[in-house]
């Protein structure tokens, strides 16, 4: 059982892309494990578009992995989504790690791209069938209620021969599309106890569909500034998280205090089962950003080892 987390990005918190590249430049150095980029395509928020993110991140980067968190493929072409991934995986010597999701009912995308919301879910079924059967290198005709193609194929192939393909989403219909395709299941921002709930409930649909997801494939999204639990700068996240998501209440959503209060809201998620981090510093300005994440790297990231004593038997 292993135990790591990534640092995370949903708006684009930099004044700009010399800032941007600081930031990355730290993580690579610093050893963390991955960077994640979170996925929105129109809005007047400033947001990095997820796969050109990724493409980038390949280029720039040695070491460090990164993914999508996630992508919203019930808005994407799969013949392309497919492509784009194969290609950042082999440019990155298997480096991609990524993540989708058929797309918050409360985006702007699906307006601003004249895409209906109604069908989301098999949309985005008929994409990953199509998906994960081009990874394979098989050569793929499909003709579904939204997707269709003939004779498609791709190559190069992924250098990562079984590419990941995590599912993202606590709904029944994503539980039990992750324990029918995913190799594994990144959360957003559950509780340890709904997070505990969906791990086990996916575990169970992967059993009785004769699959098994890899017990330490199940990760969360979580918040977390080091520092005092009352700096306005978390009373404006709790703000836009509340905006952001109407339909999740924000409290306990960020993790705020010394490095041993974010360790301990990571160890109840480890003993409810998940065992991997998408984690998103809170912070305003370049330089209180680049400093959460040096705190993290020095204070936090040396003690993620430890907390896999506390994943069940």
Not at 39 to 62: F, I
Not at 215 to 239: K, L, N, P, S, W
């Amino acid at each position: 059982m292993i135990v790591a987390a990534g640092l995370g990005l949903f708006d684009f918190p930099f004044s700009g892309a010399r800032a941007f590249w600081r930031w990355v430049d730290l993580c690579e150095s610093g050893g963390v494990d991955s960077l994640w980029q979170s996925d929105r395509l129109v809005g007047a928020q400033p947001m990095l578009e997820c796969m050109s993110t990724m493409a980038a991140l390949a280029g720039a980067t040695k070491r460090i992995k990164f993914g999508m968190n996630v992508a919203s493929v019930g808005l994407r072409d799969p013949v392309l989504l497919a492509r784009q991934c194969a290609t950042i995986d082999m440019l990155s010597d298997g480096r991609l790690l990524p993540a989708f999701g058929i797309g918050s009912p409360h985006s702007a995308d699906w307006k601003g791209t004249g895409t209906p919301t109604r069908g989301r879910g098999q949309r985005s079924d008929e994409a990953l069938h199509i998906i994960a059967a081009l990874w394979r290198g098989e050569r793929v005709s499909f003709e579904g209620r939204f997707h269709r193609c003939e004779d498609a194929v791709i190559a190069p192939l992924p250098v990562q021969r079984t590419l990941p393909l995590w599912i993202g989403g606590s709904s029944e219909a994503a539980i039990a599309r992750t324990a029918r395709i995913g190799t594994g299941w990144m959360g957003g921002r559950e509780t340890p106890e709904q997070a505990g709930r969906v791990v086990s409930a996916i575990q169970q649909a992967a059993a009785a569909a004769g699959r098994c997801v890899p017990e330490d494939h199940f990760g969360v999204g979580v918040y977390f500034r080091i520092g005092a639990a009352d700096d306005a700068v978390v009373q404006a996240e709790t703000d836009k998280l509340r905006a952001r998501f109407p339909d999740r209440d924000p409290a306990g959503t960020i993790a705020a205090g010394d490095p041993g209060v974010i360790l301990a809201r990571l160890r109840e998620y480890v003993a409810a089962g998940v065992t991997k981090f998408v984690l998103r510093p809170v912070a305003c300005g370049d330089d209180d950003f680049i400093a959460q994440t040096r705190r993290y790297i020095e204070q936090v990231q040396p003690e993620l080892g430890a907390l896999a004593a506390f994943a069940p038997a």
